[in-house]
Structure formats: C-alpha cells, structure tokens
C-alpha cells in the first residue's frame, strides 16, 4: 500500500509542473508575440524608408537633367489620351534614374494590387513593366486651393506644392511647370512625397480598388497625389470629410503611430499626423514651397 501510495504522489506532483510549464510558456508567448510583431514592422518602417531615400536620390538625379525641376505628377497629352499618360514614378519618368520601380510600393501597405490587362494599353509589354504604387507627390495646385485647410494668411496665390499637378488635373497647360529646388523656401521642411496613395484612392474612388489598384504606369481613375488641401486634412485627421475613416488614419499612422515622408532636400523621415498641423489647419511650411509669413 505503501509503494502504490508513493507513486500516486509522485504522479501528481509530475502533473502539477507539467501544468506550470505550461502556464509559463503561455505567459512568454504573450509577451513575446507582441514584441516580434513590433520588430516586424520596425523592419518595415525602415524598409519604407529605405524606398523614400532612394526614390528622392532618383529624384534629384533627375532633376540636375531637367534644369533643376522636380517632375510633373502626371504626364499626358491634351486632348487626354491613355497611350500618352505615365505618372511621376514610372519606368519613362524616375524609373532610369532608381532602376528598380520595386521600391515605389511600401512594405506597409496591406494588399498588393496587381495590374489586369484591361487597364492597361500593349498589356503584354506594358503590363510586365507596370509596378504599383504606395506613394503620393506634394501636387498641391493653386487652381484647387479652398479656404479654410491652411491658416488665413495661405492665399490661392502661394497654396503651391511641388510637383506641377499636370494637365491631367489641371484639364489644361496652365500650372504644367514643376518647382525647382532653389524656389522652395524651407527645402528641409517640404514634403516631396508621402505614403497612402492605395488607402486615398481606395477610399475616394471605389471602382479603383482591387486589382485595379494604384500603379505607376497606366491611366489613374481618381486622385493619387497630393493636389487638394481638404484630401490632405482628411488623411491628416483620418477623416472622410469630416467622419471619421479609420482607412485613411492608417495610412499616417501605419508606423507606431507615424508614417514616413521624403522631403525637397533628398531626407526621409517619420512623422505623426500632429507634426502636420499647425493648430486646427494644415501646416504650411510642410507642404507650400512659399507658404508666406
């Protein structure tokens, strides 16, 4: 009776630290699970911010062939025409200077669209040349200024971004001309170009989610820049509008609560959306080449 009572005890207590174990294996793996899903996306924050440096070098190269403008937004014919439309990254604009258009789509992106042949012209060659597209030029354009985004003292007269937005936008020649780089009046504080190109365009024009997501080298179905104040606040505050769009907020805020930007001076770096205001407006002196007094 004796021996029988022994290894039942003896059982038991074997049970009970097996019990321990794992209850502690538990309590590691939720403390850790969280921690490498953290390191993961640091490394997708930095991976991101290794494409926005290397596309601003690209950039700059380009500019010293093109007398010292950043590109257009968008390149098209007039009257508008599909086989005639590229954007600013695409392999006949930034593309020879990076020569590697992989570095335009952002690891931080949730989905990555592929290209059907139905929205493109020659798919066999041009489909296999087409690369998506995760980023959104500062196009900001005078001929879409509206008050009350940036502070009072902003006028139609010096709302300017960047890139030239383009006749696609523009609907005609006027405003074709890009900045230079000498023009710009805070050249380390302008934004050159920012993340949420997918989540805008997802959001404002439905018909163009899916596969037929943004990319650089075909005609765009609605806006992939940044041309218009009120599109640039809804991103800021993660707003439709006014309502709340918790899409839109995750295209600033994908990185611990910030994203990542490239600036007129060839820089990247992270932002959270705060750094973007100036009060209850946007801040001028981020993404106006002479955003005044």
């Not at 403390?31 to 930095?46: E, G, H, M």
């Not at 093109?66 to 590229?86: R, T, V």
Request: hydrophobic share 40%; net charge neutral; proline share 6%.
């Amino acid at each position: 009776m004796t021996q029988r009572r022994e290894k039942t005890l003896n059982l038991g207590f074997t049970l009970i630290e097996l019990l321990v174990v794992i209850a502690i294996i538990a309590i590691l793996a939720a403390i850790l699970f969280p921690v490498f899903a953290q390191a993961k996306l640091a490394a997708k924050k930095t991976a991101d911010l290794s494409n926005m440096k290397q596309t601003s070098t690209g950039i700059l190269i380009y500019m010293s062939d093109a007398d010292d403008l950043f590109p257009l937004a968008s390149f098209d014919s007039l009257p508008f025409s599909q086989a005639n439309s590229y954007r600013w990254s695409s392999t006949q604009c930034i593309g020879p200077y990076t020569k590697n258009t992989q570095m335009f789509t952002t690891p931080g992106d949730p989905v990555n669209f592929t290209l059907p042949s139905a929205m493109v012209l020659n798919p066999v060659d041009r489909k296999a040349r087409a690369a998506n597209n995760s980023y959104m030029a500062n196009a900001m354009s005078t001929l879409y200024f509206a008050a009350g985004y940036f502070p009072p003292t902003v006028t139609a007269a010096n709302a300017r971004g960047v890139f030239g937005a383009g006749p696609y936008y523009t609907g005609d020649l006027s405003e074709v001309n890009s900045a230079s780089q000498t023009s710009i009046q805070n050249v380390a504080d302008v934004i050159m170009f920012s993340g949420g190109a997918v989540q805008n365009m997802g959001q404002l024009y439905v018909g163009c989610t899916g596969s037929a997501g943004p990319n650089t080298e075909v005609t765009r179905c609605g806006y992939e820049e940044l041309i218009a104040p009120y599109d640039v606040l809804n991103l800021a505050l993660g707003t439709y509008y006014g309502f709340p769009d918790p899409v839109l907020k995750s295209a600033w805020t994908r990185f611990s609560g910030g994203s990542n930007y490239a600036f007129t001076d060839g820089h990247a770096k992270s932002l959270r959306p705060g750094n973007l205001l100036q009060g209850v407006y946007l801040d001028p002196r981020k993404f106006l080449i002479n955003p005044g007094s």
